[in-house]
């Protein structure tokens, strides 16, 4: 039997493997853009991190997330990121009351 393979992905936070649905990616677009990128299919260079946690504000807080995206991080950007994530887990609390 072929098993299935759980593409795995590293969050820049806390620098450990995880299945990418438990991530969210952070994408820097071609105009050099940072954007939340809840898809996982906008084109650019991209970033993993936690979506539970506060692996986000870590890893804008120790710098990962520029170095990864390659990108310098304006306060403006980190604080819509934040906000972005914030919605992201609000939708998805959302979703499991409804169930
Ligand atoms: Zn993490």
Redesign the pocket.
């Known amino acids: 039997m072929k098993q299935k393979k759980i593409p795995m992905r590293m969050?820049?936070?806390?620098?450990?493997m995880?299945p990418k649905k438990e991530?969210i990616r952070v994408v820097r677009s071609p105009e050099g853009v940072v954007t939340m990128d809840p898809t996982g299919k906008k084109p650019g260079r991209g970033a993993y991190?936690?979506q539970a946690?506060d692996?986000l504000s870590?890893?804008i807080r120790q710098r990962q997330l520029e170095r990864q995206l390659e990108a310098h991080l304006s306060p403006e950007t980190a604080e819509a990121l934040q906000k972005a994530l914030e919605e992201i887990r609000a939708r998805e609390e959302a979703t499991v009351q409804r169930e």
């Open positions: 969050c820049v936070g806390c620098r450990e995880k991530l991190v936690c946690g692996c870590r890893a």
